[in-house]
Structures are given as C-alpha cells and as structure tokens.
C-alpha cells in the first residue's frame, strides 16, 4: 500500500516537515510544496518530490495533507484559483491539518464534494515535539469514507485519533484543546514565577510537580523550556493568537463567555504587538514576571 498510495503535502514548517517524514519513512511516495521552496530540501534530499504549486500536488497525489498557518492560507493553497483542488481527480482526498476555521472547513468540504474530492480537517495537538516523535493527537472531522481511507496515514504521524463527526466538528475539538492550552499557560507559568520569588530550588520543585497531580505536558515541557531560558518556538505566539481569535468567534457565535480565553488573548496579543510573535507560548512567563516588576530568571 506504501509504495501504491500518492500522498502530496503543503506546508513543511516547524509541524509539517515532521509529519510528512514519517510519511517518507513509511515508504509512501510524496510530492511537496512550501511558498519558501528551501523548507522542502530536506524532504526532498530523502526522496520527495517538489511540486511548483499546490495544484501540481494535487495532480500527483491521491490523497494531499496541507498545514498551514492562517484559514485564509488554508482557502488559498487548497480552494485557490491553483489550489491542490483543481488538480485533484475524483476519489481522491484533501485533509487540512492546520488549526483552522470551522466554517471554513465546512465550506471546503461542500466545494471539494462538487468534484468528487472529500475533504477533511485534521488539526492536531502536541507540538514540534509531538510531530517528531510522531505521537500527535489528532482531531479529525468529514465524513466516515473519508476518515477509513486516511486513518492509515494519520497513525503514522499520531499514537491517538478521534473521529469528531461531520466537517468542522475536527477544528472545533482543536478549539476546545486551545481553550484548555490557554488556562495551563497560566498555571505553569504563575506557579514557576511563584517558585522562584518564594526563593525555592525551582529545578527541584518543578521535579516533583510534574510528576504529581499538578503535572501535564506543559509542566514538563514547557516549564523546562522556560527554566532553560529557551523561548524558540515549539508552537508560535503568532498562531495561538490565531487560534484565540478563532476560539472568541465561535463563541460569539455561541453566545459563550470564556473569560480565561479572553484574558489569554489579551495577554498573547500584547506580546505580538512587541515584536514577540515568532516566539513560542512559554514566553509568556517573561511577561507575568513584568507586571509584578519582576524578572524571570533562566534556573541553572
């Protein structure tokens, strides 16, 4: 099946170049396409194909994964005038793994079943540590044909997977996975400027943290990564205030009130507005520690 199957890939950033490896690795055949032509050489050295378009990927692919990083690049690279949809052929199938608009997904899938293509959204949570170690999880949304012909595919980047339902319903369990995100920031973040104003042993007090009941993923990632001092990013400021701002449209639309979403919005955009966009969420850390007037201290 590996060697039969045609699989295209648009967007080979921090998440992407990751996750269509395992794919490489798997031994699928794989055509690739990124608007910054030297974030595919990598794949490309190890057997992909670079494509000219994402339309290209489409005529080459039976089945093209795109993760990208706005709703408006998502309608672009696949519903785009030279999308991967005008080169797809009837059957075969166009999954978006970016972390997008539900609506959006919605309205893709309705265009991609015109011809024939099904369209599925497929965000995914786990970070630039998740796609490496290929054990994302993965929301997936569209229809039961679409999530069997793609479940292969999806277990090679990700340990687990969830059918949510129809298109969009994928994007809106990614959204809720954000709104957690966004409350445990604040709680890693807060309790290691606490530590550390507490004059405590903070390498040794985040030990056992995270291995009890106040421990999670961003305790013993992140938290390490803001003891290192290293603020590169696993997951972008950018995105998350994409993400954030996607969160509170939905809600709107709801009619829900999510105060803890809405102060992390406040929060991220502050920091994109100086310039911090391109780091990643545990910078947040660095801010809290300013409106007590304080600093946070890389730990030794």
């Known amino acids: ?34 608007r910054t032509p030297s974030k595919c050489v990598p794949l490309v050295d190890r057997g992909a194909v670079r494509a000219g378009s994402p339309r290209e990927v489409g005529e080459a692919s039976d089945v093209v994964f795109t993760i990208v990083g706005y709703p408006s690049d998502v309608e672009n690279v696949i519903a785009g005038t030279n999308g991967c949809l005008a080169g797809m ?3 075969s199938v166009v999954c978006d793994m970016t972390t997008s608009s ?5 309205r893709i899938a309705a265009k991609a079943a015109v011809t024939g293509v099904i369209a599925m959204d497929a965000p995914v949570t786990g970070g630039d540590v998740g796609a490496r170690n ?4 993965i929301f997936v949304g569209g229809s039961d044909e679409g999530y069997q012909k793609i479940l292969p595919l999806l277990q090679v980047m990700g ?3 969830m059918h949510c339902g129809k298109a969009g319903l994928g994007q809106q369990a990614k959204l809720a996975n954000q709104v957690a995100i966004a409350g445990v ?7 290691l400027l606490y530590a550390q104003q507490a ?16 421990g999670s993923h961003a305790m013993l990632n992140l938290g390490t990564r803001m003891m290192d001092g290293d603020y590169r990013p696993g997951f972008f400021i950018d995105h998350f205030v994409k993400d954030l701002g996607l969160v509170l449209e939905e809600c709107r639309r709801m009619h829900l009130v999510l105060p803890g979403a809405e102060l992390a919005d406040k929060f991220y955009r502050s920091m994109q507005a100086r310039d911090h966009g391109k780091e990643g969420t545990q910078a947040l850390i660095r801010t809290l520690a300013e ?10």
Not at 9 to 24: E, K, R
Not at 134 to 137: D, V
């Open 1 to 34: 099946m590996a060697e039969q199957l045609r699989i295209g890939w648009i967007g080979t950033g921090v998440m992407g170049h990751s996750m269509a490896g395992h794919l490489l690795d798997a031994g699928y055949q794989l055509t690739v396409f990124n």
């Open 89 to 91: 052929k009837e059957g």
């Open 102 to 106: 539900p609506t959006l997904a919605a």
């Open 134 to 137: 290929a054990s994302l999880s």
């Open 159 to 161: 340990k687990k997977i």
């Open 185 to 191: 920031m604040f709680s890693v973040c807060e309790s």
């Open 199 to 214: 004059g405590l042993d903070v390498r040794q007090w985040h030990e056992l943290v995270a291995a009890g009941a106040a």
């Open 291 to 300: 409106l007590s007037g304080k600093t946070w201290t890389p730990v030794s």
